[in-house]
């Protein structure tokens, strides 16, 4: 299974969608790119699968945007859902929202 690349992203959330781009390292790493930026990991889970957790600073308000996916590869894309979890820096939860995420990837 070939996670390793950089993928372009559509993001969709409550109240529409997004587009960002992600690029995922043969060590495991996961970068948020554009439409943002944060760092994380990601992990085979299965044939076929993996899972992904990227955190995304923010300034206005301080805080962080912790995404976690479970993935479904196919050949050069991938589906993804799971919850985001929006926080402020005193670590209070101000927003939760299932989001889904499709992506194709760029290299």
Do not use: C
């Amino acid at each position: 299974m070939e996670i390793a690349g950089q993928w372009r992203v559509r993001v969709g959330r409550p109240g529409g969608e997004t587009e960002s781009e992600l690029d995922f390292a043969e060590d495991g790493t996961a970068t948020l790119v554009k439409g943002g930026r944060g760092s994380g990991t990601w992990t085979a889970t299965g044939a076929g699968t993996f899972s992904y957790r990227i955190t995304e600073e923010m300034t206005d308000p301080a805080g962080t945007v912790e995404i976690n996916q479970d993935a479904v590869l196919n050949g050069d894309a991938f589906v993804s859902s799971g919850i985001t979890t929006v926080r402020l820096a005193d670590g209070s939860t101000i927003r939760e929202a299932h989001v889904r995420i499709t992506a194709l990837r760029r290299t």
